[in-house]
């Protein structure tokens, strides 16, 4: 047991400095001074106006803009136009032909005014209902009978 020494002192529960965050540049200018290690970290958004967007937010605004899907494609006005002349032809109200096809008559209105995403479905009730072509091409054209084999 040669080698200790009886003089020397442990210090138990001894705690090393934590880091302090100074809130006024005369405690920064104090560390300083005393030699400390000062690691000073600017915040990204402190202060200012957050309902404010920065050139930045602007940016990526537009970016993520320019990135959207493209909206659903609408009823082609021709489609439209078809459903209404045939359903006038068979002199059907906008009602009648909701009946006959279970439909809403606001889903009739917008196939006819052009606004509504085209269903095959539906377009295939109209076809049946009305004996008019509705999809592809030659729309408008009279439905034949079915084929013979």
């Known amino acids: 047991m040669s080698g200790l020494d009886w003089d020397s002192k442990t210090v138990i529960g001894f705690r090393a400095k934590a880091p302090k965050v100074t809130k006024g540049p005369s405690d920064l200018n104090a560390a300083r001074r005393t030699g400390a290690v000062v690691a000073t970290d600017k915040k990204v958004t402190a202060g200012g106006n957050k309902a404010h967007a920065g050139p930045d937010h602007q940016r990526i605004a537009k970016l993520d803009r320019e990135n959207e899907v493209a909206p659903p494609p609408k009823v082609n006005p021709s489609v439209g136009k078809a459903i209404q002349t045939a359903?006038?032809?068979?002199?059907?109200?906008?009602?009648?032909?909701?009946?006959?096809t279970n439909e809403k008559p606001s889903v009739i209105q917008d196939y006819e005014s052009g606004k509504a995403i085209p269903n095959p479905q539906i377009l295939s009730k109209f076809e049946r209902v009305l004996g008019v072509k509705l999809r592809g091409a030659e729309i408008g054209k009279k439905l034949e009978g079915p084929k013979k084999s």
């Open 87 to 100: 359903r006038m032809d068979k002199q059907f109200t906008q009602k009648d032909l909701a009946q006959k």
